[in-house]
């Protein structure tokens, strides 16, 4: 697929974004969170993400490691995307593919990542 330009939001759109990923890297991970909410998550530099709209409704949720901020809509609850680092330092967005525009999931095929073990 190659890297591309994509829309995404939450649910009810109070969140909207843009970011450009390849979404022939996907990881599908069975933490405890990851697995309840079935994301399929891509990943972009910082400065790939250029977030629109929803800044004021974003609540934040950390667990674990404290590393990543799970970033979700207060009004619809869906985390459409998550801010970290990678161990470099480097910023980073996780992206749930789940909520791109024009993305057929089924049509995804994201590499099992074990973050039940870690």
Do not use: W
């Given at each position: 697929?190659?890297?591309k330009?994509?829309?995404?939001?939450?649910?009810?759109?109070?969140?909207?974004?843009e970011?450009?990923?390849?979404?022939?890297?996907?990881?599908?991970?069975?933490c405890?969170?990851c697995?309840?909410?079935?994301?399929?998550?891509?990943?972009?530099?910082?400065?790939?993400?250029?977030?629109?709209?929803?800044?004021?409704?974003?609540?934040?949720?950390?667990?674990?490691?404290h590393v990543?901020?799970?970033?979700?809509c207060?009004?619809?609850?869906?985390?459409?995307?998550?801010?970290g680092?990678?161990?470099?330092?480097t910023?980073?967005?996780?992206?749930?593919?789940?909520?791109?525009e024009?993305v057929?999931?089924?049509a995804?095929?994201p590499?099992?990542?074990?973050?039940r073990s870690?």
């Amino acid at each position: 697929m190659a890297m591309k330009k994509y829309h995404g939001s939450c649910h009810c759109g109070a969140v909207k974004y843009e970011a450009t990923v390849d979404l022939d890297h996907t990881v599908s991970c069975n933490c405890s969170r990851c697995g309840r909410l079935g994301s399929i998550l891509t990943f972009a530099p910082a400065e790939n993400f250029n977030l629109l709209s929803g800044e004021d409704v974003l609540t934040d949720y950390l667990f674990n490691k404290h590393v990543i901020h799970h970033l979700f809509c207060r009004v619809c609850g869906i985390e459409s995307f998550a801010r970290g680092t990678k161990p470099d330092g480097t910023a980073s967005i996780a992206i749930n593919a789940r909520c791109l525009e024009g993305v057929e999931p089924d049509a995804l095929t994201p590499q099992k990542f074990d973050g039940r073990s870690r």
